[in-house]
């Protein structure tokens, strides 16, 4: 029979031992230096004077009397170390440091170690995880807090052709999914059923151009009760189904009324609007004025301007800026074509303008060539000029265009230019 015990290595009592009591005690005296593991430090150096029952554990560079015992739990005991060697899994509180540490067969490690950078390779709160999902989270609502600044949710991908996305679904059926999905554009994509999706919205990442594949429907901007797209009022062409190629350059030539193309889609009430002039006009007192028109009929080539609707009066060319025009007088626009009449009595005005493809005129055109070629919607949209109209400029659009039809007619262009960007309001 083996008289020491496996796991502590206590000497036990022999039948017809002689002085048992010090067999006993030398157990106790193990028991007292290694259970409730308490030690005042990790030492390579014996401390000097240590007091009776003084608990230390080895590090790993010992010196002295302690050389050769790294790890080794050493316990001074009636004048003398003893040593215990530490078996996988014990812990020890180390005072000096008020750190639990663990031996994991090897070294000793502090616990809060240990937990700094834990790897855990599934974790569930409230919910069930599995190879893909293996981290679940099943609550009313889940909060990511800051610290004092801003918070950022980051999902990585691999590579451009993966796919990194919020996924929304409804009885665990996808129905949106919002993200890189298989490329590097932005998407928004909806599903009837899960497996079918449809890209509602596509920004590409290089131009930052935003595309809509089926559409964009909006009851187009809204009913004409509700508000459309702000508080009172809303910038913008009246009809949201519009392609904008982002903007250029127009020089407002002294005496002459541009009339530019739009297509209201249904009753609007229009306010005003504004022109954004980047340069003043040389001519000092130059004025601009802002108005519209309804669109007339075709007439061989060129086409006749209609009725006044509104004339928005006149705001300083020889000021750069933004300039707004607005009237107190505001009108419904029926559904139909119109042309925003434009023009200064000053020289060298430059305002900037929005480049634009009107529906009900569109049609897809190859633009360019090579690996430069795109697919561009291109139609008849160009804008109507009408010269030596000063008299319109300095004392008010006539409630008749006097000049009937407009003889010039610019060269045709893939895209509508608009330089005044028309202000709508809610009507009931």
Known sequence: ???????????????????????????????????????????????????????????????????????????????????????????????????LYVYDGTAWTSVSAQNSNPEISQFGINAAVDATNRFAVKSPASLFDNEGNGHQLKINKATSNKTASLLLQTQYVSKAEIGLVGDDNLRVKVSSDGIHFKDSLIANPETGNVSFPYGVDLDKMGSSVEDSGGTNYHYGIPNVSVSFFGRQSLSLVKGRIYF??????????????????????????????????????????????????????????????????????????DAGWYAIAIGTNGAGALVRNVRSHQSCQNFLVKFGSGVTADVRFSGAANYLYANNAYDQIENGYSEIWPINPVLDLLTVQPYGYLPFIPKWEKWS
């Open 1 to 99: 029979m083996d008289f020491i015990s496996p796991n502590l290595k206590l000497p036990y009592l022999a039948p017809a031992q002689a002085q048992k009591h010090v067999t006993h005690n030398e157990a106790l005296r193990q028991l007292d230096a290694i259970v409730q593991l308490c030690v005042t430090s990790i030492v390579n150096s014996p401390p000097t004077a240590p007091e009776n029952g003084r608990r230390e554990i080895i590090g790993p560079d010992p010196e002295g009397i302690f050389v050769d015992k790294t790890n080794n739990v050493a316990a001074f005991q009636d004048g003398a170390w003893a040593y215990f060697v530490p078996k996988t899994g014990w812990r020890a509180y180390v005072e000096d440091e008020s750190e």
């Open 260 to 333: 530019c193309p739009i297509y209201v889609d249904r009753p609007t009430k229009i306010i005003g609007g504004f022109i954004a002039q980047f340069t003043a006009s040389t001519t000092a007192g130059a004025v601009t004025r802002a108005g519209i028109f309804k669109l007339g009929q075709a007439s061989g080539n060129n086409w006749s301007i209609g009725e006044r609707v509104a004339d928005f009066g006149t705001q300083p060319a020889d000021i750069p800026g933004h300039k707004d025009f607005e009237t107190s007088d505001s009108s419904i626009l």
